[in-house]
């Protein structure tokens, strides 16, 4: 009894672990977790991008929720997936930031990277009436004034806050940072006066700079933004750094190369769609592919930059 | 003031072409069936359904999502009042009093008070929306960090002892409630705290899966302890001519529904659990107003009258900072906010200058839509008050199912549901020691909360405790806290030489 039902199990895994091959892949529709509740931007973004990809790839593509644990629960069952191109994870910057806070079970080299779709520049607001004209005001009062300025987050640990902390270590300054549970939340109270400044990235904040009420201190990114064009970067005012967010697209390590060359293909064509480069504009946020190769060695870099940030923060 | 009706009638011809009427019905089809089960709620429902409006034009897409939301707190209280089981977190409070009248076979009017009471809160609602927009959104704004906490504290206080049973068990499940909130990541420190490992408690304990397992599954448990007899024999039948509540219930409720769609407004413009606390205390305000107090808890209609205009009303002034200040103060807003987002549309200071057509366009499209809810429910009711003719034995699994599938839904999480029926348990067994369940939701909601405005107030004023004294809004508050405290004591003490302190409020009856 016992032989024959090993039988059929040793049967059951050998049948279907045999390798799938891209000449007929997909099948059947293709899955998408998101480690994060509906309606944020990753969410947003890949929804947009997934109804788009199904052309290409002559199968839907389901956006499956997965929220908890700041990303942790849906990197988990990412990890987990069956390594066949079915089941996608939508491989975010908190990927190499959230196995250096805590004890997860997985690391960004239990992906396989597909490609990156977007990376939207960190930047920090103040409000219209600040007493800082420009950057170089608000580090000299950060200088003679260290911890005194408030720094909004969207939580504590999470990219918007690390980015403030390596800014604080590239200007030479200290600030009193303070984390909000969310982006809007944060936003809310630098309008409302509670807080000197907030970290964000588009497209937080984005209404308020339009309508004057905010404007941005600092913008850590290597282009100017295409809709605020007279706003300088950090560098072109003498701090050398630059930090982003960026999302893209991973499968389970141990899927087949043909099948990742395949959901590359397909998801490039949907990113260069008029439909989709529309959408993206009506949400300002920064289209920048990459392929798999070059997505995967930006993750390595990010992993040792944010490893090594949170070691000197835990200290 | 004038501009704004002017601006208002060209919404209503936006909204009353005959596309526009069609989204608005389906909206509020589909936020009615989204409400009625269980679990899933109006985030998740709006998520669905965003990428079906990528054809649609702005206008008629936000007409569809906005009318999800609103939909959703009129179909919450169905499945509350008929089986103990809240629908959302809006409408945990709509068991205690809803589940009683439907088991003295009143379900009818129960039913159709709530969609009536939601269709006079919307109403009014859109109205404060129209004229207040601007100077409310500036308003909500002056709450910071430490008015934040000194609120949460008030609300924790004055809120906890809701049911009024007895204050001293209040208080402990509150406290349950509070020490379960802090399961999860610190929200400062982003440190695991009390997860023992586990991947799936570091985002703490879904407090749906606390509320259906309480309320639903605990209410399961404690009728599969009666005999077979007991059971069946108290199925209460509706009559036809009870189905609709009488011109007694309408007069009892009608201030209780401008009361609670008042607090309702009020309680909304604040950031976070909105709706949650603006129903437990327009519960609150009907049960101190009230000439019966004694009837609360066993089926007072004002009870269910009050809150369920009070969800409505929070709902409504939700869309005040989203199109005012563009920015989400509630979950819910939050994706309308994404759906407006991907729409071209930006939320905010610029919107009513810039898409007037969609702005007033959604507020008219809003009114209609609460009118086509209340037409749509109000036949509902003798179909869902006849659920309760099924016999217990079948009824009682089937709800179950439902609470298990409606959970599942919520974060596709099947720890979820290991939670739920945990607490299906604790509740049965609290049930027994008159413990109840609604003190422990409210410190699951305000306790994490809490802690963040502490903790960020603190960190703002470097340690210094002075900053909640210093700032007027977060005294007063801190001040009417103190009150509600010390004023019972003070009485008991001039009480008690005279009477010998034995008679402190009504008796409890049974």
């Given at each position: 009894?016992?032989?024959?039902?090993?039988?059929?199990?040793?049967?059951?895994?050998?049948?279907?672990?045999?390798?799938?091959?891209?000449?007929?892949?997909?099948?059947?529709?293709?899955?998408?977790?998101?480690?994060?509740?509906?309606?944020?931007?990753?969410?947003?973004?890949?929804?947009?991008?997934?109804?788009?990809?199904?052309?290409?790839?002559?199968?839907?593509?389901?956006?499956?929720?997965?929220?908890?644990?700041?990303?942790?629960?849906?990197?988990?069952?990412?990890?987990?997936?069956?390594?066949?191109?079915?089941?996608?994870?939508?491989?975010?910057?908190?990927?190499?930031?959230?196995?250096?806070?805590?004890?997860?079970?997985?690391?960004?080299?239990?992906?396989?990277?597909?490609?990156?779709?977007?990376?939207?520049?960190?930047?920090?607001?103040?409000?219209?009436?600040?007493?800082?004209?420009?950057?170089?005001?608000?580090?000299?009062?950060?200088?003679?004034?260290?911890?005194?300025?408030?720094?909004?987050?969207?939580?504590?640990?999470?990219?918007?806050?690390?980015?403030?902390?390596?800014?604080?270590?590239?200007?030479?300054?200290?600030?009193?940072?303070?984390?909000?549970?969310?982006?809007?939340?944060?936003?809310?109270?630098?309008?409302?006066?509670?807080?000197?400044?907030?970290?964000?990235?588009?497209?937080?904040?984005?209404?308020?700079?339009?309508?004057?009420?905010?404007?941005?201190?600092?913008?850590?990114?290597?282009?100017?933004?295409?809709?605020?064009?007279?706003?300088?970067?950090?560098?072109?005012?003498?701090?050398?750094?630059?930090?982003?967010?960026?999302?893209?697209?991973?499968?389970?390590?141990?899927?087949?190369?043909?099948?990742?060359?395949?959901?590359?293909?397909?998801?490039?064509?949907?990113?260069?769609?008029?439909?989709?480069?529309?959408?993206?504009?009506?949400?300002?946020?920064?289209?920048?592919?990459?392929?798999?190769?070059?997505?995967?060695?930006?993750?390595?870099?990010?992993?040792?930059?944010?490893?090594?940030?949170?070691?000197?923060?835990?200290? | 003031?004038?501009?704004?009706?002017?601006?208002?009638?060209?919404?209503?011809?936006?909204?009353?072409?005959?596309?526009?009427?069609?989204?608005?019905?389906?909206?509020?089809?589909?936020?009615?069936?989204?409400?009625?089960?269980?679990?899933?709620?109006?985030?998740?429902?709006?998520?669905?359904?965003?990428?079906?409006?990528?054809?649609?034009?702005?206008?008629?897409?936000?007409?569809?999502?906005?009318?999800?939301?609103?939909?959703?707190?009129?179909?919450?209280?169905?499945?509350?009042?008929?089986?103990?089981?809240?629908?959302?977190?809006?409408?945990?409070?709509?068991?205690?009093?809803?589940?009683?009248?439907?088991?003295?076979?009143?379900?009818?009017?129960?039913?159709?008070?709530?969609?009536?009471?939601?269709?006079?809160?919307?109403?009014?609602?859109?109205?404060?929306?129209?004229?207040?927009?601007?100077?409310?959104?500036?308003?909500?704004?002056?709450?910071?960090?430490?008015?934040?906490?000194?609120?949460?504290?008030?609300?924790?206080?004055?809120?906890?002892?809701?049911?009024?049973?007895?204050?001293?068990?209040?208080?402990?499940?509150?406290?349950?409630?509070?020490?379960?909130?802090?399961?999860?990541?610190?929200?400062?420190?982003?440190?695991?705290?009390?997860?023992?490992?586990?991947?799936?408690?570091?985002?703490?304990?879904?407090?749906?899966?606390?509320?259906?397992?309480?309320?639903?599954?605990?209410?399961?448990?404690?009728?599969?302890?009666?005999?077979?007899?007991?059971?069946?024999?108290?199925?209460?039948?509706?009559?036809?001519?009870?189905?609709?509540?009488?011109?007694?219930?309408?007069?009892?409720?009608?201030?209780?529904?401008?009361?609670?769609t008042l607090i309702g407004f009020g309680v909304g413009l604040v950031p976070g659990p909105a709706p949650v606390i603006a129903t437990y205390a327009a519960y609150m305000a009907e049960k101190r107003i009230s000439k019966h107090p004694e009837e609360f808890g066993q089926g007072a209609i004002e009870g269910v009258a009050g809150p369920e205009s009070a969800n409505n009303a929070a709902c409504q002034a939700a869309f005040i900072p989203l199109f005012v200040l563009g920015i989400p103060f509630a979950p819910p807003t939050a994706i309308l906010l994404g759906a407006l987002l991907i729409h071209g549309v930006t939320p905010g200071p610029m919107m009513i200058k810039e898409s007037p057509e969609l702005f007033w366009g959604v507020i008219a499209s809003m009114y209609i839509g609460n009118f086509i809810l209340l037409l749509l429910n109000l036949p509902f009711v003798p179909l869902f008050a006849n659920i309760l003719r099924i016999q217990k034995r079948i009824l009682l699994p089937l709800v179950i199912l439902f609470c298990i599938t409606g959970?599942?839904?919520?974060?596709?999480?099947?720890?979820?549901?290991?939670?739920?029926?945990?607490?299906?348990?604790?509740?049965?067994?609290?049930?027994?020691?008159?413990?109840?369940?609604?003190?422990?939701?409210?410190?699951?909601?305000?306790?994490?909360?809490?802690?963040?405005?502490?903790?960020?107030?603190?960190?703002?004023?470097?340690?210094?405790?002075?900053?909640?004294?210093?700032?007027?809004?977060?005294?007063?508050?801190?001040?009417?806290?103190?009150?509600?405290?010390?004023?019972?004591?003070?009485?008991?003490?001039?009480?008690?030489?005279?009477?010998?302190?034995?008679?402190?409020?009504?008796?409890?009856?049974?």
């Amino acid at each position: 009894m016992l032989k024959r039902l090993s039988a059929i199990l040793f049967v059951f895994f050998v049948a279907g672990s045999i390798p799938v091959h891209a000449a007929d892949f997909p099948t059947k529709e293709v899955q998408v977790i998101i480690p994060w509740a509906a309606g944020g931007a990753t969410d947003l973004i890949f929804r947009a991008l997934g109804a788009t990809a199904g052309k290409y790839l002559n199968k839907a593509v389901v956006v499956v929720n997965r929220p908890g644990g700041g990303g942790a629960v849906g990197y988990t069952d990412g990890m987990k997936a069956k390594p066949d191109g079915y089941m996608l994870t939508a491989a975010v910057t908190p990927l190499c930031i959230l196995p250096h806070q805590t004890a997860t079970a997985f690391t960004y080299k239990d992906f396989e990277p597909i490609l990156n779709v977007v990376s939207d520049p960190s930047m920090l607001l103040v409000r219209s009436d600040a007493p800082w004209k420009d950057l170089r005001e608000f580090v000299d009062y950060a200088k003679k004034n260290p911890d005194m300025i408030t720094v909004g987050n969207s939580g504590a640990g999470g990219g918007v806050h690390l980015v403030a902390l390596a800014f604080e270590n590239a200007a030479g300054i200290k600030l009193n940072h303070i984390p909000f549970s969310g982006g809007g939340p944060s936003v809310t109270a630098l309008l409302g006066g509670h807080v000197n400044a907030v970290s964000v990235t588009p497209p937080e904040g984005i209404p308020q700079i339009k309508a004057g009420q905010l404007k941005i201190m600092a913008l850590f990114a290597d282009k100017r933004l295409a809709m605020f064009p007279d706003v300088p970067t950090v560098k072109d005012q003498g701090i050398n750094f630059s930090m982003g967010m960026w999302r893209g697209l991973a499968a389970p390590k141990g899927t087949p190369q043909d099948v990742i060359r395949k959901l590359n293909e397909s998801f490039k064509k949907a990113m260069d769609d008029p439909e989709f480069q529309a959408k993206a504009k009506e949400m300002s946020v920064i289209l920048s592919y990459l392929g798999s190769k070059d997505f995967g060695a930006l993750m390595a870099k990010d992993d040792e930059f944010f490893g090594k940030l949170i070691k000197e923060m835990k200290k | 003031m004038l501009e704004s009706l002017q601006q208002l009638a060209g919404g209503f011809g936006i909204a009353t072409t005959l596309p526009n009427l069609f989204y608005c019905l389906t909206g509020a089809i589909v936020g009615t069936l989204i409400g009625v089960l269980p679990g899933i709620g109006p985030i998740a429902g709006i998520a669905l359904l965003i990428p079906a409006t990528f054809s649609l034009n702005p206008t008629s897409a936000i007409i569809m999502l906005a009318g999800i939301y609103y939909g959703a707190m009129y179909g919450g209280s169905t499945t509350s009042i008929l089986l103990n089981v809240p629908g959302e977190t809006a409408s945990v409070i709509t068991c205690i009093d809803g589940y009683r009248m439907a088991q003295k076979g009143r379900a009818g009017p129960a039913l159709a008070i709530c969609a009536i009471g939601s269709f006079i809160a919307g109403s009014i609602g859109l109205l404060g929306l129209v004229a207040f927009a601007p100077p409310l959104a500036r308003a909500a704004l002056a709450f910071g960090p430490a008015e934040y906490f000194s609120l949460m504290v008030f609300g924790f206080i004055v809120l906890s002892n809701v049911t009024g049973a007895s204050l001293l068990k209040s208080l402990m499940m509150a406290l349950i409630g509070l020490i379960i909130g802090t399961i999860g990541l610190d929200p400062v420190k982003g440190d695991a705290r009390f997860t023992f490992g586990s991947m799936s408690l570091l985002s703490g304990i879904e407090f749906v899966a606390v509320a259906i397992g309480l309320f639903g599954i605990g209410e399961v448990l404690s009728n599969v302890e009666k005999t077979a007899v007991l059971l069946d024999g108290k199925v209460l039948v509706p009559r036809l001519r009870e189905l609709f509540p009488s011109l007694e219930d309408l007069r009892k409720s009608i201030k209780a529904m401008l009361r609670g769609t008042l607090i309702g407004f009020g309680v909304g413009l604040v950031p976070g659990p909105a709706p949650v606390i603006a129903t437990y205390a327009a519960y609150m305000a009907e049960k101190r107003i009230s000439k019966h107090p004694e009837e609360f808890g066993q089926g007072a209609i004002e009870g269910v009258a009050g809150p369920e205009s009070a969800n409505n009303a929070a709902c409504q002034a939700a869309f005040i900072p989203l199109f005012v200040l563009g920015i989400p103060f509630a979950p819910p807003t939050a994706i309308l906010l994404g759906a407006l987002l991907i729409h071209g549309v930006t939320p905010g200071p610029m919107m009513i200058k810039e898409s007037p057509e969609l702005f007033w366009g959604v507020i008219a499209s809003m009114y209609i839509g609460n009118f086509i809810l209340l037409l749509l429910n109000l036949p509902f009711v003798p179909l869902f008050a006849n659920i309760l003719r099924i016999q217990k034995r079948i009824l009682l699994p089937l709800v179950i199912l439902f609470c298990i599938t409606g959970m599942y839904s919520v974060n596709n999480s099947v720890f979820d549901i290991w939670v739920m029926l945990l607490f299906g348990g604790i509740g049965f067994m609290a049930g027994k020691g008159k413990f109840e369940g609604a003190p422990l939701l409210l410190g699951l909601v305000l306790g994490p909360r809490m802690e963040v405005a502490f903790r960020q107030s603190l960190m703002i004023s470097h340690g210094d405790f002075s900053t909640f004294a210093d700032r007027p809004i977060s005294l007063a508050f801190l001040l009417a806290t103190a009150l509600f405290l010390i004023i019972p004591i003070f009485r008991l003490g001039l009480k008690r030489p005279g009477k010998g302190g034995a008679s402190k409020g009504p008796a409890p009856t049974n």
